[in-house]
């Protein structure tokens, strides 16, 4: 490392809970001596090992590899890099050579000697990738990932280790336990998940399935060394689950300062209270207005850079200037503050692994502001965006949801009412609903059940019933009617009225058993809809639309998800991964609950494992693609937690980790102004795809995410595997 960027984190000072906010002196660039001076840092005469004990001639590498990357970025883009040198020996390492590396002064290196044991147990190996959390103990699938890239030496061979023994070193009895061989699995590919190169490399396998008592573990390969630690326990999956649900609940907008620890985003963007002097105005302005359509960019952020009566918003404002002084909570969109009805497949995907599970999911200890209330703390972080939404109301009806603030923060626009929202409404209500009457709550059941009606029996009264106009969900699409079809399903299963099943199958895309729930380039989803119908509590009137439901399902989830997971070197099996760091296996989850088939449960279960295991560290950087969580995680992305008196961001937060630039005016915007500065060139070079972070605050295009596309999936995932662990 050349240097690292400190940040002010005490609570105090201008910047102090404010979000966006900077001020002077917030962050500090310590360099480390001399910056390494590369081109002597490669040369193999200015590397020396000296055998450990005085005796013997010293070994000069054959050669010296190298990759660099920016890692330490301030505010004004100074910047340090990391660096990754690895030598190439004249020969192999055996268990014990002990070695005193010494270096040329022409390197810049403050330390020009260090001692170096190779002890297999011990000596942590990049190349050896696995979840840096764990496994439970009868996990279908354990297994770890041989691979490294070495910069401008390309991805190491490891043919030469097929076949060598692999075993599990327990860290607290020292024991050995032997489980398996290297195997090849597969050369590297542009064609992995997304149609990236994730791996740079070829990939080798190391299984350990068949290993099932608890402790904490390092792997070792033979000739090659040791994974990080991890551990095999009934629970590793409370974790994940604990940290998927506190992210929502640090997107919340509304909540005190002191409601929890650390401590919630601010400013609340409560009206009347704060910021002072803080009003939401009403408009006639909503995403399905010609003049909304023909804006290029985010239309909820135009007011963000401008006084609030330079906004288009402002002109229009409802006649007399009327305000929203009861909207409140919601989660917020990445690092804004605005909400809207893209968000609401975040209801749905927080509740899906509660439904799945029968209400088993009843955590109430994961983190957040209401945990110990009594109510699971899922269908709390649910509950709190139906509220919000529902705080939108405009006499009888909807609003498409709240931009982001003014440039002064003291305003902010609810964009008008439609018939989409009223839809939406009534389809976040009557889960949420189907939430309260699993949990046993008969009070909150029948509440959002009546607005579940509400909002569904103004809907239908409108002129325009906007059925075949799309939301936006976060990487998808739902029509009107696909809402419809949602709450439909949902009412059915909370009243058992034949009423709603008959509008629920009216709507319902699928036919014959290949129908395709999620539309394949996602400009419909019925997902939950589907979901809801097959878990009907109450006689399924119409079997062969249920039957054609499951089969769909299973089609759907084994072509689009599941086969791929034998198929690329990552072996991850999401799809839709334009964001890399996303995981999308809802239809799995669904797939895997309804499947009575052992085999075909446990393809399932391996799929949405070896997608976890993906994102919790068995990938080239042996990284948790996720803030706070676990041994190795995401530490800097731009989100909030910054200067609120505990160190760190926010946990639970997932970045986009991407690369296409969004303008040209703002470093921000450009993710190449990292992979500039990096050895070797990034494409050209080969990196790893996955490798595209770069632990920086400041650049929105890479570090930001929303909920909606970076972590509800995730969400789903997590939380469906600690419910079968549990199970």
Same mark, same amino acid.
Request: net charge negative.
């Given at each position: 490392?050349?240097?690292?960027?400190?940040?002010?984190? #005490?609570?105090?000072?201008?910047?102090?809970?404010?979000?966006?906010?900077?001020?002077?002196? #917030?962050?500090?660039?310590?360099?480390?001596?001399?910056?390494?001076?590369?081109?002597?840092?490669?040369?193999?005469?200015?590397?020396?090992?000296?055998?450990?004990?005085?005796? &013997?001639?010293?070994?000069?590498?054959?050669?010296?590899?190298?990759?660099?990357?920016?890692?330490?970025?301030?505010?004004?883009?100074?910047?340090?890099?990391?660096?990754?040198?690895?030598?190439?020996?004249?020969?192999?390492?055996?268990?014990?050579?002990?070695? *005193?590396?010494?270096?040329?002064?022409?390197?810049?290196?403050?330390?020009?000697?260090?001692?170096?044991?190779?002890?297999?147990?011990?000596?942590?190996?990049?190349?050896?990738?696995?979840?840096?959390?764990?496994?439970?103990?009868?996990?279908?699938?354990?297994?770890?990932?041989?691979?490294?890239?070495? /910069?401008?030496?390309?991805?190491?061979?490891?043919?030469?280790?097929?076949?060598?023994?692999?075993?599990?070193?327990?860290?607290?009895?020292?024991?050995?336990?032997?489980?398996?061989?290297?195997?090849?699995?597969?050369?590297?590919?542009?064609?992995?998940? &997304?149609? %990236?190169?994730?791996?740079?490399?070829?990939?080798?396998?190391?299984?350990?399935?068949?290993?099932?008592?608890?402790?904490?573990?390092?792997?070792?390969?033979?000739?090659?060394?040791?994974?990080?630690?991890?551990?095999?326990?009934?629970?590793?999956?409370?974790?994940?689950?604990?940290?998927?649900?506190?992210?929502?609940?640090?997107?919340?907008?509304?909540?005190?300062?002191?409601?929890?620890?650390?401590?919630? =985003?601010?400013?609340?963007?409560?009206? /009347?209270?704060?910021?002072?002097?803080?009003?939401?105005?009403?408009?006639?302005?909503?995403?399905?207005?010609?003049?909304?359509?023909?804006?290029? &960019?985010?239309?909820?952020?135009?007011?963000?850079?401008?006084?609030?009566?330079?906004?288009?918003?402002?002109?229009?404002?409802?006649?007399?200037?009327?305000?929203?002084?009861?909207?409140?909570?919601?989660?917020?969109?990445?690092?804004?503050?605005?909400?809207?009805?893209?968000?609401?497949?975040?209801?749905?995907?927080?509740?899906?692994?509660?439904?799945?599970?029968?209400?088993?999911?009843?955590?109430?200890?994961?983190?957040?502001?209401?945990?110990?209330?009594?109510?699971?703390?899922?269908?709390?972080?649910? *509950?709190?965006?139906?509220?919000?939404?529902?705080?939108? %109301?405009?006499?009888?009806?909807?609003?498409?949801?709240?931009?982001?603030?003014?440039?002064?923060?003291?305003?902010?626009?609810?964009?008008?009412?439609?018939?989409?929202?009223?839809?939406?409404?009534?389809?976040?209500?009557?889960?949420?609903?189907?939430?309260? %009457?699993?949990?046993?709550?008969?009070?909150?059941?029948?509440?959002?059940?009546?607005?579940?009606?509400?909002?569904?029996?103004?809907?239908?009264?409108?002129?325009?019933?906007?059925?075949?106009?799309?939301?936006?969900?976060?990487?998808?699409?739902?029509?009107?009617? #696909?809402? *419809?079809?949602?709450?439909?399903?949902?009412?059915?299963?909370?009243? /058992?009225?034949?009423?709603?099943?008959?509008?629920?199958?009216?709507?319902?895309?699928?036919?014959?058993?290949?129908?395709?729930?999620?539309?394949?380039?996602?400009?419909?989803?019925?997902?939950?809809?589907?979901?809801?119908?097959?878990?009907?509590?109450?006689?399924?009137?119409?079997?062969?639309?249920?039957?054609?439901?499951?089969?769909?399902? =299973?089609?759907?989830?084994?072509?689009?998800?599941?086969?791929?997971?034998?198929?690329?070197?990552?072996? %991850?099996?999401?799809?839709?991964?334009?964001?890399?760091?996303?995981?999308?296996?809802?239809?799995?989850?669904?797939?895997?609950?309804?499947?009575? *088939? =052992?085999?075909?449960?446990?393809?399932?279960?391996?799929?949405?494992?070896?997608?976890?295991?993906?994102?919790?560290?068995?990938?080239?950087?042996?990284?948790?693609?996720?803030?706070?969580?676990?041994?190795?995680?995401?530490?800097?992305?731009?989100?909030?937690?910054?200067?609120?008196?505990?160190?760190?961001?926010?946990?639970?937060?997932?970045?986009?980790?991407?690369?296409?630039?969004?303008?040209?005016?703002?470093?921000?915007?450009?993710?190449?102004?990292?992979?500039?500065?990096?050895?070797?060139?990034?494409?050209?070079?080969?990196?790893?795809?996955?490798?595209?972070?770069?632990?920086?605050?400041?650049?929105?295009?890479? &570090?930001?995410?929303?909920?909606?596309?970076?972590?509800?999936?995730?969400?789903?995932?997590?939380?469906?595997?600690?419910?079968?662990?549990?199970?």
């Amino acid at each position: 490392m050349d240097g690292k960027v400190h940040f002010k984190d #005490d609570g105090t000072g201008e910047s102090a809970f404010k979000g966006h906010a900077f001020a002077e002196g #917030d962050d500090w660039i310590e360099a480390y001596g001399e910056e390494l001076n590369v081109a002597e840092a490669v040369r193999p005469e200015n590397w020396k090992l000296y055998p450990s004990g005085g005796d &013997g001639e010293a070994v000069q590498p054959l050669a010296v590899h190298r990759k660099s990357k920016v890692f330490n970025s301030d505010h004004a883009w100074n910047y340090k890099l990391d660096h990754w040198l690895f030598l190439k020996l004249p020969k192999k390492m055996e268990n014990g050579d002990g070695f *005193r590396i010494e270096v040329a002064d022409t390197l810049g290196s403050e330390q020009e000697a260090v001692e170096f044991v190779y002890d297999l147990d011990r000596s942590q190996s990049e190349a050896v990738h696995v979840n840096l959390i764990g496994y439970t103990p009868d996990s279908p699938i354990k297994s770890a990932d041989l691979y490294l890239w070495l /910069g401008d030496g390309g991805p190491r061979d490891y043919s030469g280790c097929e076949g060598n023994e692999a075993w599990l070193f327990d860290v607290v009895s020292e024991k050995r336990f032997p489980v398996g061989k290297v195997e090849f699995w597969k050369e590297e590919s542009d064609k992995d998940a &997304g149609g %990236r190169n994730l791996t740079g490399s070829p990939v080798w396998t190391v299984d350990f399935s068949d290993h099932s008592r608890p402790g904490r573990y390092r792997l070792v390969v033979d000739g090659v060394g040791a994974s990080p630690e991890f551990e095999i326990s009934e629970d590793i999956w409370k974790e994940p689950y604990s940290y998927s649900t506190m992210g929502y609940y640090y997107m919340r907008l509304g909540e005190a300062v002191h409601a929890n620890n650390p401590p919630p =985003r601010q400013p609340r963007f409560i009206p /009347g209270e704060d910021p002072a002097g803080f009003t939401i105005y009403l408009t006639d302005f909503d995403p399905f207005d010609e003049a909304w359509k023909a804006r290029k &960019g985010d239309t909820w952020d135009e007011p963000h850079f401008k006084p609030a009566v330079e906004s288009m918003f402002w002109e229009r404002r409802l006649p007399g200037n009327p305000t929203n002084d009861n909207a409140i909570g919601g989660h917020s969109d990445a690092l804004d503050w605005d909400r809207h009805l893209a968000h609401v497949s975040n209801i749905y995907d927080m509740l899906l692994p509660f439904l799945l599970s029968d209400g088993g999911l009843s955590d109430d200890d994961l983190g957040i502001a209401e945990s110990g209330n009594g109510i699971p703390d899922l269908i709390d972080e649910a *509950r709190n965006e139906v509220d919000m939404f529902l705080s939108l %109301r405009v006499g009888e009806a909807y609003a498409q949801g709240l931009t982001n603030p003014s440039k002064e923060k003291t305003v902010m626009f609810q964009a008008g009412a439609t018939t989409m929202a009223a839809w939406a409404n009534s389809a976040n209500s009557a889960i949420l609903a189907e939430a309260f %009457r699993l949990a046993g709550d008969e009070n909150l059941k029948a509440h959002y059940l009546e607005e579940a009606i509400t909002a569904f029996r103004f809907a239908s009264k409108q002129d325009d019933l906007q059925l075949d106009e799309k939301q936006d969900i976060g990487d998808a699409f739902m029509r009107g009617r #696909d809402f *419809r079809m949602m709450a439909a399903a949902f009412l059915y299963n909370v009243t /058992g009225d034949r009423e709603w099943e008959d509008l629920m199958a009216a709507d319902s895309v699928v036919k014959d058993g290949v129908a395709d729930i999620e539309e394949r380039s996602r400009e419909w989803v019925q997902t939950w809809g589907t979901a809801a119908y097959l878990l009907t509590p109450h006689k399924q009137h119409y079997p062969e639309l249920a039957k054609n439901m499951k089969a769909s399902v =299973r089609k759907q989830a084994l072509e689009n998800n599941v086969r791929f997971m034998n198929e690329r070197p990552s072996r %991850r099996s999401s799809n839709n991964n334009y964001w890399r760091t996303k995981h999308e296996l809802q239809l799995v989850a669904i797939a895997h609950h309804f499947s009575k *088939r =052992r085999s075909e449960k446990e393809r399932f279960e391996k799929a949405m494992i070896l997608e976890a295991d993906w994102g919790l560290g068995r990938n080239p950087s042996n990284t948790v693609e996720m803030t706070g969580l676990g041994s190795r995680h995401i530490v800097n992305c731009y989100t909030s937690g910054g200067n609120d008196g505990v160190p760190g961001m926010h946990p639970g937060h997932t970045p986009y980790n991407n690369l296409d630039p969004w303008g040209t005016t703002w470093r921000g915007s450009m993710p190449q102004w990292f992979t500039e500065r990096g050895y070797p060139e990034w494409e050209e070079g080969g990196w790893p795809e996955q490798e595209s972070f770069f632990n920086c605050r400041y650049s929105w295009t890479n &570090g930001e995410f929303t909920p909606r596309q970076t972590m509800r999936g995730k969400h789903v995932l997590y939380s469906y595997l600690y419910w079968l662990s549990k199970d």
